[in-house]
C-alpha cells in the first residue's frame, strides 16, 4: 500500500469561489452576497467514489439551496491519531466539521457505546442500522446532548459496514485465535476480545496494513469495504464472517460556524434535514459493503464459521450487553430502556422497503455506482 500523505481536495463547486480570493472564513465577490466556505476534515484518505457519494449528495445540496454561498473545502489522510484531535479541532474551530471515528467515543460518549455491541452476530446492514440510529436519538435526546455537551453540533452519524475478521490465518474458531494479537475497533470489541483470552490492540485504519505486514497484529476487525479503501484487505489471506456490529463516524460542527450560516439556511445543518443523509448513508455503505465482499472475495478465502464455533464468540458477548446497561445505568440513563428500544428498533427496520434510496441520491445530482441497484 502506497503511504497516504495529506491531501486538500476541493468540492467541484469551489473552483468559482476560489477565484474570488476569499479568506478562509467567508469572503464576498463586491457585486453578491458573502461566501462562506466550510473546512471540512477527515482522517479517512481521499474517498472512494463509493465512500464520498452521499457527502457530495449532501453538499450539493448545501450549494443549491443557498445558491453557491456555502461553499465546502475538504482535507483528508491525517494521521491515524487526528481522531481525538478532532473533537478540539471542531470545538476550536481549527476546522468547521470533522469527522470523528468511532473508538475513540468510549471515554467522551459511554451511552453511544451501543453501537459496538455484537447482537448476537447476526447484525443487519446499514439501512436497518442507520434507520434504528435516528429513532434512538429522536426518542432518546440525551445521545445528542452528550455529543453536544462537548461544546459542537452533532451534525450527523453514519457506520461503515458491519464488521469481519480479517487474518493471515484461517480463524475457524476460537481457539485458532490464541496468540494472536487483534487489531479492535471500539472499546467494546477490545473487552470481547479479553472475554476470548484474545491479545489486543488498538491501532487506526490508516495503519492497519503496515501493521498487519510488519507482523505487528495478526488480524483485525473491519468491515468488508473498510478494508478495501485503506488497503488493508491486501494484507491477509482470510475473513472470517462473524457480523460482528457496525464502527461508526461522528460529523461534529463548530458552534461559531454554525451561528455563522446565515438564519435562513440553518436548517441545512440541523437533524430534520439531515435525518434523510443518515438513511442515505445506510444505503451506501450496505451497497459498498457487498462491493468489497464482491472485490475481496477474488483473492481471499471467506470462511463461515460453523454454528457451534459461534456460539463461543456469543457466549463472551454476552456479558457486554448488560455490563452496558449498567455503566449508563450509573450515569443517571434508562440503560435497559435505551438497549431494549433500539434492539427492537433494528429487529424492525431489518425487514425495511430499500425501493427509492438509489432515486433519492439521483435527485441530489451525484453520480451513483452502476452496480448499486
Not at 502506497?2 to 478562509?24: F, N, Q
Not at 447476526?122 to 436497518?128: H, K, L, M, T, V
Not at 494479537?181 to 483470552?197: F, K, P, Y
Not at 482470510?238 to 463516524?249: D, F
Request: net charge negative.
Amino acid at each position: 500500500m502506497k503511504k497516504t500523505i495529506l491531501k486538500r481536495i476541493p468540492v467541484i463547486a469551489i473552483v468559482l469561489a476560489l477565484t474570488l480570493s476569499l479568506a478562509a472564513c467567508g469572503g464576498s465577490n463586491n457585486d453578491g452576497p458573502e461566501i462562506i466556505t466550510l473546512r471540512f476534515s477527515s482522517m479517512n484518505p481521499a474517498p472512494d467514489y463509493k465512500y464520498s457519494v452521499v457527502w457530495r449528495a449532501f453538499t450539493n445540496a448545501v450549494y443549491e439551496a443557498t445558491d453557491g454561498t456555502i461553499v465546502f473545502e475538504e482535507f483528508y489522510s491525517s494521521t491515524a491519531n487526528e481522531a481525538p484531535d478532532a473533537l478540539a479541532a471542531a470545538r476550536t474551530g481549527i476546522v468547521d466539521i470533522a469527522e470523528l471515528f468511532s473508538p475513540f467515543w468510549g471515554a467522551v460518549y459511554p451511552l453511544w457505546e451501543i453501537f459496538f455491541l455484537p447482537f448476537e452476530y447476526n447484525f443487519p446492514d446499514g439501512y436497518a442500522w442507520s434507520h434504528a440510529v435516528v429513532a434512538l436519538m429522536e426518542e432518546y435526546p440525551e445521545f445528542v446532548a452528550q455529543v453536544e455537551a462537548q461544546g459542537v453540533r452533532l451534525l450527523a452519524v453514519h457506520g461503515d459496514g458491519v464488521n469481519q475478521t480479517f487474518s493471515r490465518t484461517p480463524i475457524r474458531t476460537v481457539a485458532d485465535m490464541q496468540g494472536m494479537i487483534v487489531n479492535v475497533g471500539s472499546t467494546v470489541d477490545m473487552q470481547l476480545m479479553q472475554n476470548l483470552g484474545v491479545s489486543t490492540e488498538m491501532i487506526g485504519p490508516l495503519e492497519v496494513y503496515d501493521n498487519v505486514s510488519k507482523g505487528v497484529i495478526d488480524a483485525y476487525n473491519f468491515s468488508y469495504f473498510g478494508a478495501v479503501v485503506t488497503g488493508a484487505g491486501d494484507a491477509i489471506d482470510y475473513i472470517t464472517e462473524i457480523n460482528g456490529s457496525h464502527q461508526a463516524w461522528f460529523f461534529l460542527m463548530n458552534n461559531d460556524s454554525y451561528n455563522r450560516i446565515p438564519d435562513q439556511y440553518k436548517y441545512l445543518f440541523e437533524h430534520d434535514f439531515m435525518r434523510q443523509f443518515y438513511y442515505l448513508w445506510g444505503y451506501q455503505f450496505a451497497m459498498a459493503d457487498t462491493w468489497g465482499r464482491e472485490i475481496l472475495s477474488e483473492s481471499k478465502t471467506i470462511i463461515i464459521p460453523e454454528p457451534a464455533a459461534l456460539d463461543v464468540w456469543k457466549a463472551a458477548a454476552e456479558p457486554l450487553a448488560q455490563d452496558w446497561i449498567d455503566r449508563v445505568t450509573a450515569l443517571g440513563y434508562d440503560g435497559a430502556g435505551i438497549y431494549n428500544f433500539f434492539r427492537a428498533k433494528v429487529a424492525e427496520f431489518s425487514s425495511i422497503d430499500h425501493t427509492g434510496f438509489r432515486q433519492q441520491l439521483e435527485g441530489f445530482g451525484v453520480e451513483v455506482p452502476a452496480d448499486w441497484r
